[in-house]
């Protein structure tokens, strides 16, 4: 498929999903494809089977005339996805279809708190097989398994260079999964399956740019620029967790010190209280949940100390999600994650914070939105990574993109040595 064709395939095919249901002509008006184009495309995508028509109903007191117009709409039949997300005391698993709809899911307690990679991956395995099994979708109809973990990703190559779940460094982990699985897999940083997730079903959609905080056991970050979620040169960019707020500050779990999230993070919240209250909470993903939400009743009835300790990670929140405005200048920031059930305190402290260090004004400010996502709904994300990379409208304009910067490179590099 060339270059164009693959591209021009790849902004149908999003726009159709963008807008549930869409007629030819403002397909058009929207990607800036010639209506002839979008003819040949669509009659394409109807024949490979990823979309169909409807016919639209016009009332019957309508004061329009002439042919209903035909409307087209991703076949949800067309592709299956599998969706993971592994998390320090649980693995949640969602089978979706072509139009990301959850058919099954799947959560069991786990452990994987620095457990050996093979461990994690046949934990993993098993709760796989037992979603396709409640799904009844057929194996072979499956188009891949997207698996969100926190820590540094390399993308696309899906190896871990580091994650809280993994006793050692450099894991392959999207090649150990695909040799057991069988199935492309595809693995990347869980909070850009967030920022997908908000993209794809959430808040996200009605947004060409905008950024994602994930506030949980590690904080994170997903960035949309027009549409596009940005991984960097190496799949590292929106590392928001480890951007430096106090250079030799607090001790992260990374190894480094200073890092945002060694201030915000659950574990650091869980740090602080252990050192007025209950010390025994530290190592244990399930006592930290409950040392949380002990903290955060007693913040809420007005206890000092526990509210001081949340309103100090809600300001150091509010400095980095700051800088992130004075880079990015979003119109909407999402938070997501467990913390978004934290005290009142947390969050009034992070807008204060948030003011007083970004440049503009306040009607220049994004609109700051919270949303609370179950793992489930991580999970979802998982598989629309799957949709956009292992769909037949995905992988071709994948190629394409890279054929493309190929084709720069080797341009700008004759043009150098000339
Ligand atoms: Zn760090």
Redesign the pocket.
């Known amino acids: 498929m060339d270059l164009l064709r693959a591209l021009n395939r790849r902004k149908v095919l999003d726009c159709i999903r963008d807008a549930g249901s869409i007629a030819r002509i403002e397909i058009a008006e929207l990607t800036g494809a010639s209506p002839a184009t979008v003819s040949v495309i669509t009659a394409e995508l109807l024949r490979d089977g990823l979309i169909e028509a409807e016919e639209q109903v016009v009332p019957v007191n309508s004061v329009r005339r002439g042919r209903p117009k035909t409307l087209l709409r991703l076949r949800a039949e067309a592709a299956y996805a599998i969706g993971l997300k592994i998390s320090l005391h649980q693995i949640s698993v969602s089978l979706t279809d072509f139009l990301g709809d959850v058919l099954a899911s799947h959560i069991a307690a786990v452990q994987t708190n620095r457990r050996p990679p093979e461990v994690v991956a046949a934990f993993c395995e098993a709760q796989i097989d037992e979603v396709i099994r409640k799904s009844g979708v057929p194996r072979e109809k499956i188009s891949g398994v997207g698996i969100g973990i926190s820590g540094f990703v390399s993308y696309p190559d899906g190896v871990v260079r580091w994650s809280p779940m993994f006793g050692s460094r450099n894991v392959p982990f999207k090649q150990l999964m695909e040799q057991r699985l069988g199935l492309p897999v595809a693995v990347d940083n869980d909070s850009n399956l967030v920022g997908l997730a908000e993209k794809w079903f959430g808040q996200g959609r009605y947004h060409r740019t905008f950024l994602v905080v994930t506030v949980e056991h590690g904080v994170g970050m997903a960035i949309i620029l027009d549409r596009h979620l940005f991984r960097g040169t190496h799949g590292f960019a929106g590392e928001f967790?480890?951007i430096k707020v106090q250079p030799q500050g607090a001790l992260?779990?990374?190894?480094?010190r200073g890092?945002l999230?060694?201030y915000v993070a659950d574990y650091a919240i869980v740090r602080e209280a252990a050192t007025f209250y209950d010390p025994t909470a530290l190592d244990d993903p399930i006592a930290v949940h409950e040392t949380l939400d002990k903290l955060k009743l007693r913040a809420d009835s007005g206890e000092t100390v526990a509210q001081d300790i949340f309103a100090r990670a809600g300001a150091v929140l509010g400095v980095g999600v700051a800088n992130a405005v004075n880079i990015f200048d979003p119109p909407v920031i999402i938070i997501s994650g467990e913390r978004t059930r934290s005290a009142q305190v947390f969050f009034d402290a992070m807008r204060q914070s948030l003011q007083e260090h970004v440049i503009g004004n306040s009607d220049t400010l994004p609109r700051i939105e919270v949303h609370q996502w179950g793992d489930v709904l991580w999970a979802r994300g998982a598989a629309a990574l799957v949709l956009e990379e292992f769909t037949p409208g995905g992988p071709a304009s994948l190629e394409a993109e890279t054929d493309m910067r190929s084709e720069v490179a080797t341009i700008i590099a004759a043009e150098a040595a000339s």
């Open positions: 967790g480890h992260c779990r990374c190894g480094q890092c999230e060694a």
